[in-house]
């Protein structure tokens, strides 16, 4: 049971926009920043949208992060058939004292 | 560039000792600027953060409470690196086990290539 929760999977067609949600509490996203990460089959996950709404350099910007409270959301505009992976969320637990992840979110591109 | 290269064995049986090391280039283990974390990815865990190492004037560890009464996470300043020790595995610690910087930024910015360890005899 992760500590972040992210619907299990999502879809779109190519151009479309897809919002994907993630949900944690006050000693997390209520407190922290955000991360979002997206990984390929057999690959390490890798950083996609960095806390305060930044981009890694390369990230293409049809990707965008939001928060809102204990809210957090990932959204990919133009959708394309190599943003088919799975994606995670991540955030600073301040009770815990450690990093919490959601469960990830298998997005599929029909 | 940053880059970190993991190496260790991927069969550990249970109740041994999994160890992993994790090589920085392009950064310092002992920089005041990062943290050195281990991260792991199962089925049935997801992605699950195991501890950190980082040093501000002094080392400091922070650790998972699942995994605290069994890991040690050190630092190897003269190697450049840092690793994993996870004691007393059961077949539960299958997984597959990554190193992480989190960078100035506070994000998780860079990973190892990732080692599956799968416990069993």
């Known amino acids: 049971q992760s500590v972040l929760t992210q619907p299990p999977s999502a879809s779109g067609t190519p151009g479309q926009r897809v919002i994907i949600s993630c949900s944690g509490s006050?000693?997390?996203?209520?407190?922290?920043?955000v991360d979002w990460y997206q990984q390929l089959p057999g690959t390490a996950p890798k950083l996609l949208m960095s806390t305060k709404n930044q981009r890694p350099s390369g990230v293409p910007d049809r990707f965008s992060g939001s928060k809102s409270g204990t809210s957090a959301s990932l959204t990919i505009s133009g959708l394309q058939s190599e943003d088919e992976a799975d994606y995670y969320c991540a955030a600073w637990d301040d009770s815990l004292k450690g990093w919490v992840f959601g469960g990830g979110t298998k997005l599929t591109v029909l | 560039q940053v880059q970190l290269q993991q190496s260790g064995p991927g069969l550990v049986q249970p109740s041994q000792t999994l160890s992993l090391t994790c090589a920085i280039s392009g950064d310092s283990v002992s920089s005041n600027r990062a943290a050195w974390n281990w991260i792991r990815q199962s089925p049935s865990r997801g992605l699950e953060w195991l501890g950190r190492?980082?040093?501000?004037?002094?080392?400091?560890?922070d650790y998972a409470v699942s995994v605290k009464s069994r890991i040690t996470i050190k630092s190897d300043t003269s190697k450049n690196q840092f690793s994993l020790q996870l004691n007393s595995v059961t077949p539960d610690d299958t997984a597959v086990y990554y190193c992480?910087?989190?960078?100035?930024?506070?994000?998780?910015?860079?990973w190892g290539q990732g080692t599956l360890v799968t416990v069993s005899s």
């Open positions: 006050s000693s997390n996203i209520g407190s922290n920043t």
């Open positions: 190492t980082y040093y501000r004037s002094k080392w400091y560890n």
């Open positions: 992480a910087r989190t960078g100035f930024g506070g994000d998780n910015d860079y």
